[in-house]
């Protein structure tokens, strides 16, 4: 079983629905966080969480909130949805005590808003 | 200037091939550095962390140059597996992690 998994894998849906990405994680991480990709583009921040209750906006947060009720999962949503938040989705775990300090990534949530 | 900056690519080459791949960065807080894989539509997989010392992974390897802020990946015997977009990654001990844009490389047979 994947370590990070995210539902749905894909969404189409319209203009100024509103919706959730959820993320759920096995690797028992503290910390959690939300990414965006576009074609052509990096990674782009949107939030992230180092702990239960803790909520912290990232580089491009606007246009959306998080929530983390239990360490293991992490959800995203999109308040009302626009033709420019058409996306690929991104979320990632990190170990704060891990010698590496690497992120583990989910599969990915492809979101298109018509 | 952004945080993280890659060559542009794309880099296409034959099998066989050594490619090598260069990321700067502009914060010199910056304290750990990897290099990540990722495959067309996948999500990012951790390729090698980046040590000071340098570090060898079979036929990868990648160095570090804290003083010019400048990271390299070197890809020897490049195969046709080799063929993805790869991401520079740096953080201030994991705090906050700063994905360069990256570069793909595409290894022709």
């Known amino acids: 079983d994947a370590d990070v998994t995210q539902t749905p894998r894909n969404r189409i849906t319209k203009t100024g629905k509103r919706i959730m990405l959820e993320c759920s994680q096995t690797?028992?991480?503290?910390?959690m966080y939300w990414y965006r990709q576009d074609p052509g583009l990096g990674l782009r921040l949107i939030y992230y969480?180092?702990?239960?209750?803790?909520?912290n906006k990232g580089e491009i947060s606007d246009g959306y909130s998080v929530s983390r009720q239990a360490q293991a999962k992490f959800s995203l949503s999109l308040e009302s949805a626009i033709p420019n938040q058409t996306a690929l989705y991104f979320c990632?775990?990190?170990?704060?005590?891990?010698?590496?300090?690497?992120?583990?990534f989910g599969p990915g949530t492809r979101l298109t808003v018509l | 200037r952004k945080e993280v900056e890659q060559d542009p690519g794309p880099f296409n080459v034959p099998e066989g091939a050594t490619v090598a791949f260069n990321c700067t960065y502009s914060?010199?807080?910056?304290?750990?550095f990897f290099w990540y894989r990722q495959d067309c539509r996948k999500e990012p997989k951790l390729l090698m962390s980046?040590?000071?010392s340098g570090n060898e992974d079979g036929r990868f390897t990648a160095q570090l140059n804290r003083a010019s802020q400048y990271i390299s990946l070197l890809i020897r015997d490049s195969k046709l597996s080799d063929s993805a977009t790869y991401l520079c990654?740096?953080?201030?001990?994991?705090?906050?992690?700063?994905f360069g844009p990256g570069t793909r490389l595409s290894v022709l047979p």
């Open positions: 990632a775990t990190s170990d704060p005590y891990s010698s590496y300090n690497e992120q583990f």
């Open positions: 690797k028992g991480h503290d910390r």
């Open positions: 969480s180092f702990d239960v209750k803790d909520i």
């Open positions: 914060n010199s807080a910056s304290q750990s």
């Open positions: 980046v040590y000071s």
């Open positions: 990654v740096v953080t201030n001990y994991g705090q906050n992690f700063v």
